[in-house]
């Protein structure tokens, strides 16, 4: 009689582990949804990829401009060099570098197809997402409520744009009004 007993309670531990497994799957589904930040993502996302079938350069630059700190990236890819222009320069590159983005992103936009995402974690300012279709796997990163980077195929943007603003300011010969001319 005690040999059917520990087969049920045994079948009745692993049942339970294997409710507490799902419920856990199912918290942490439902947390990702309550995110605020998840949201924003969600919504910025689906404004991207809209943007992005249009294949408008200047549509997606409007919705970096509403969804993303713009200021902040720009600011981080320039590094202190953005120290060596004066007022009127500053506010030319933020300018122009939200439209020569706005412009690589559309270059970009066309290899990726995407209808929405799916919200797969939310940890405060980091939300790791899933393309749909596809499956493609992107990770932002929130400050203030807005986009500040997003890594794409491994690949962090912000830091992509710094090292290709880097080499610009270089090949510009460190000169902001040659800088701004190429970002044209």
């Known amino acids: 009689m005690s040999r059917p007993k520990g087969i049920l309670a045994s079948a009745f531990v692993l049942l339970m582990g294997w409710l507490l497994l799902v419920m856990s799957g199912v918290q942490q589904a439902y947390a990702a949804v309550q995110c605020s930040a998840a949201a924003r993502v969600k919504v910025a996302a689906a404004d991207l990829m809209r943007a992005a079938r249009s294949g408008s350069p200047e549509q997606i630059r409007r919705v970096l401009n509403r969804h993303a700190h713009m200021r902040r990236v720009m600011t981080f890819a320039l590094g202190r ?59 932002w990163k929130l400050r203030g409520g807005r986009i500040v980077d997003a890594n794409f195929r491994g690949v962090w943007m912000a830091f992509m744009l710094r090292d290709h603003f880097r080499r610009m300011w270089r090949q510009a010969g460190r000169q902001p009004q040659a800088f701004l001319a190429l970002l044209n």
């Open 81 to 139: 060099e953005l120290r060596k222009m004066h007022r009127a320069q500053r506010q030319r590159y933020f300018r122009q570098a939200a439209a020569y983005a706005a412009r690589k992103l559309a270059m970009l936009a066309r290899s990726v197809r995407g209808n929405g995402v799916e919200i797969v974690s939310c940890r405060g300012n980091r939300v790791e997402t899933r393309l749909l279709p596809g499956g493609q796997r992107i990770v």
